[in-house]
């Protein structure tokens, strides 16, 4: 089996969207059903990254676990001195492998400042939403852009994200590679 | 826990197993996994392994109750089409081989002696303390003679009230001309349970082995078999309160993701109203690399946090 480790329910939710894209494309085997069951939120970025926090992964991992892909955000270095920014994420992230010493298939992928950044850049409309994000001076209020793609998956509850966007691409390799 | 409880197990050379060991068990566990990946036959370990402290006599009678629990309906079925004693005899034995156990061997002639002797398992069994609930429906025979251990002990009233958590209607259950039959509230007429359904009569052979296990050990093979899932909350609530109030240990399978999910819920709701404790809980998980089976066992907290994140224990 394989495991997903994200932060939480957004990326869970998420995660599930896009695996279900790769799976319409056939690039995911139609016989793996109930992706969710395949991603383990930790509760956040410092827990992700705390391996205190894996004691009932560890004791899952070369049994039932046998390939891990970790998927998170880098945030902002203002925010967290250690693991802010992507390459202070990559630093913690490397230590944290290394920690567990698990003898597995582990690999990495780290969203730049953050989901909601990296859905709002693939949007057709990203214009008009930076656009309403300035007149509102929504990044005062909260930096992360998560007004902004709150407002977004408000509009569009099952959001139409546009999964051929090239941004999306290094995800779904590293996904489809996980799967397969 | 009680020293009497099974904390860990190691099973070597014994059906499907080679070399294997599991730890951490608790008062109530649940084994999960895929479809024969071999959750019974850890049952039936530990199951021998209860008996082991006395002789190789014992566990021959352990592992002579398992496969009359686990084979006797095809069994019986043979001896019905005329195929003789001595066709069901060698079945026997071969089922005896798949044990695979070198200790075992000395005692099959034993085994078979006994189930000739007293006519293919009808065996005093007034000493034995331990149950084997199997996946099929129980005979009424046996529920008979559970009810005479509910009778002699005083237990019928407090059966009464425990079957009608399952059902609110019941009035009371009674064995009347060796017939299992209940009345409702509404209709004061005893009717033969088996109009009702195998779900009643599944809960019913569940609490009465509750009851005459105390002290001792539960196993249950297949624990939703003809039990309706809205019903899966009260069912555990039973197993676990009684199981703690009688000092029973418990060990159940299932492929049931509802089942697992009830156990998990009832679980912390019982922990929360301090009804149980963290330490009455535990998960066994089964699964096969490279064909060597293996476990993963999950305490309390872990079992919690693993259903609330959606995460699939049903092996691997």
């Known amino acids: ?180 | 826990m009680s020293n009497h409880l099974l904390e860990y197990i190691e099973i070597k050379d014994f059906k499907c197993f080679k070399d294997f060991k599991a730890e951490g068990f608790k008062r109530v566990n649940l084994i999960g996994g895929k479809n024969n990946v071999g959750k019974t036959a850890f049952m039936e370990a530990c199951y021998v392994n209860t008996y082991s402290y006395k002789s190789e006599n014992t566990i021959s009678m352990a592992i002579s109750d398992i496969i009359m629990i686990r084979y006797n309906q095809t069994f019986f079925q043979d001896l019905f089409l005329g195929k003789g004693i001595e066709y069901v005899g060698n079945r026997i034995i071969n089922k005896i081989k798949e044990f695979d156990s070198n200790e075992i061997y000395s005692n099959i002639q034993n085994i078979i002696c006994s189930f000739e002797k007293e006519d293919l398992g009808v065996r005093d069994k007034k000493n034995r303390i331990k149950s084997f609930v199997g996946s099929s429906k129980i005979s009424d025979d046996k529920l008979e003679s559970s009810y005479g251990f509910i009778i002699e002990n005083g237990l019928e009233d407090k059966i009464d009230k425990i079957i009608k958590l399952v059902d609110s209607n019941i009035k009371s259950f009674r064995i009347i001309n060796s017939e299992p039959k209940c009345n409702f509230l509404n209709n004061p007429k005893f009717i033969n349970i088996h109009e009702l359904g195998d779900g009643l009569l599944r809960y019913i052979s569940i609490i009465f082995s509750l009851f005459i296990c105390q002290k001792s050990f539960l196993f249950i093979d297949e624990i939703e078999n003809g039990i309706h899932y809205s019903k899966l909350d009260k069912l555990w609530e039973i197993i676990l309160t009684i199981s703690k109030e009688q000092t029973v240990q418990v060990f159940a399978t299932t492929h049931s993701k509802e089942c697992i999910e009830s156990y998990a819920r009832v679980s912390k709701k019982l922990e929360e109203e301090q009804k149980i404790d963290k330490d009455d809980v535990c998960f066994i998980e089964l699964g096969r690399n490279d064909n060597v089976l293996e476990s993963i066992t999950y305490n309390y907290e872990e079992v919690i946090s693993q259903i609330t994140d959606h995460q699939d224990l049903r092996g691997w």
């Open chain 1, 1 to 180: 089996m394989v495991k997903i480790i994200c932060e939480g329910g957004d990326d869970h939710s998420f995660l599930q969207l896009i695996l279900n894209d790769l799976q319409e494309n056939k690039l995911i085997p139609e016989e793996i059903t109930s992706f969710g069951s395949y991603i383990q939120p930790m509760g956040g970025k410092s827990s992700l990254l705390d391996k205190e926090k894996y004691t009932t992964i560890n004791k899952q991992i070369n049994k039932k676990i046998k390939k891990v892909l970790f998927i998170f955000d880098c945030d902002f270095e203002d925010d967290d001195k250690k693991c802010g920014n992507l390459e202070n994420s990559e630093r913690c992230i490397d230590n944290l492998i290394t920690e567990l010493n698990w003898k597995i298939e582990i690999d990495y992928y780290i969203f730049d400042k953050n989901l909601d950044y990296f859905i709002i850049d693939t949007l057709k409309e990203k214009d008009t939403f930076l656009s309403c994000e300035k007149c509102l001076d929504l990044k005062k209020l909260n930096k992360n852009r998560k007004l902004l793609s709150s407002i977004y998956k408000e509009l569009y509850p099952k959001p139409p994200y546009d999964f051929t966007h090239k941004n999306f691409d290094e995800l779904k390799q590293k996904l489809t590679k996980l799967f397969n």
